[in-house]
């Protein structure tokens, strides 16, 4: 940085300059106080200031006393903090009157802010923009780094594109387009559903499975009503083949369904549904994110995980939830309807934020529906969800009153 500024324009020049000069070169100071308290109050060389590319001021003090200095050694002046004003009052009334300041000071603290820095932080803070430090993001795949089956390196990229590939698989209003079947009637097959899936012990993901073959199915063929238990049967049929070691028999599914359909009418209808969807079953259900959700908001609270697949299951039942909100939306809901409802605080964290990729304000509609669901659920005459999770082996979580924050009241459900 240039220093001419600083020079009488005699030195400027290359004349001699004047004894008395020099003196006054020495005693004055280059900053005074801006009401800021600011204070010189460490030194760092030329090397040093390039290098953190931090603005400087160059000295003129060994300059005026004749000194020659190497731009290597020329000593630069950095604006300290205010934390440091204090500091370098009292050191310098300790110092003489008109002596320079020949001593390196060191000073203990490695973060020095500039006088910019300063400036701007206090303009915020009088402006009223402060800032809440974010909590930290914990990362929910440390402890499964050595678990080959986790897949920790490609896991995050699966998400990804599980998220990108939900919409493909999503169903939308197709209740208008079938003249036999309607809402309440759908309500009851996949009450039903969910009941078989308990009696035959399945896994939860057979459970999803089933209902978003059934949806998509029904959004692409008209199907009678004497049908529409024919295609449950056949949509869990596949879901078994799918998902399960040890998939139920037809036979088994005769039996459930009372007789009602014989084992080449379910055989038929397996091929059917197959040709529609066009053999693509692996699709992202709400399962597949509810997993990985609930691991981010606990993973070792069980109470919170049941409450979670309670309200999911509660879901799968209503037509609206499903047609509204896709499978990420609706497992990330489950969660924060869960926290709220079993009183987890914070409701919803930054590492939940991080792995869903939903705030507070995307879930609180669907989370809303949700709970209305939970508190209806007692009084409704589908009550397959709310036998099962009055269980004690999931923590009778049907029980539990909903959430208050989240309660609508029954006369807008």
């Known amino acids: 940085m240039a220093t001419g500024a600083y020079l009488p324009n005699e030195l400027q020049r290359g004349e001699n300059k004047p ?7 020495r005693n004055r100071r280059v900053l005074q106080d801006i009401g800021n308290l600011v204070y010189v109050s460490k030194r760092i060389t030329r090397q040093e200031a390039d290098k953190n590319k931090k603005p400087s001021f160059a000295t003129t003090k060994i300059l005026a006393a004749g000194k020659t200095v190497h731009p290597e050694e020329r000593e630069v002046i950095i604006i300290s903090s205010d934390e440091e004003s204090e500091e370098g009052k009292e ?72 998220k990108f590939a939900e919409d493909d698989s ?3 209003d197709y209740l208008g387009s079938q003249p036999d079947v309607n809402a309440k009637m759908r309500a009851i097959l996949v009450d039903w559903l969910i009941e078989v899936h308990r009696k035959f012990e399945l896994m939860p993901e057979t459970l999803h499975l089933t209902i978003n073959i059934v949806d998509r199915f029904l959004s692409m063929k008209v199907v009678s009503r004497k049908e529409l238990q024919l295609v449950g049967i056949s949509s869990m049929l596949l879901a078994c083949k799918y998902e399960e070691i040890w998939a139920p028999e037809v036979n088994d599914f005769v039996c459930i369904s009372d007789n009602a359909y014989k084992r080449e009418q379910i055989l038929v209808m397996e091929k059917t549904i197959l040709r529609k ?30 409450m979670a697949h309670f309200l999911a299951e509660l879901s799968l039942i209503h037509y609206a939830t499903v047609m509204l909100y896709s499978p990420s939306v609706v497992a990330a809901s489950a969660v924060y309807a869960a926290r709220c409802t079993l009183d987890r605080s914070p409701f919803w964290t930054e590492t939940l934020k991080h792995y869903t990729g939903f705030s507070e304000d995307q879930l609180r509609e669907c989370a809303k529906l949700m709970v209305s669901f939970h508190s209806l659920a007692g009084e409704s005459k589908l009550k397959a969800v709310y036998k099962k999770f009055c269980n004690p082996d999931r923590c009778a979580v049907a029980l539990l009153p909903p959430a208050r924050s989240l309660l609508i009241p029954h006369e807008q459900i």
């Open 19 to 25: 004894k008395n000069v020099a003196a006054e070169g």
């Open 91 to 162: 050191k310098e009334k300790e110092k003489e009157p008109g002596k320079a300041r020949n001593t390196r000071q060191h000073s203990a603290k490695k973060n020095v802010k500039t006088l910019s820095a300063i400036l701007s932080a206090r303009s915020k803070a009088a402006c009223g923009r402060t800032y809440k430090q974010k909590d930290h993001v914990v990362d929910v795949d440390a402890a499964d780094i050595d678990n080959e089956l986790a897949a920790v390196e490609y896991i995050d990229e699966l998400y990804k594109f599980y």
């Open 170 to 172: 999503r169903v939308h």
């Open 277 to 306: 969807l066009e053999w693509y079953l692996t699709v992202p259900t709400p399962y597949v994110f509810l997993v990985r959700y609930i691991k981010a908001s606990s993973p070792t609270d069980k109470e919170m995980e049941n």
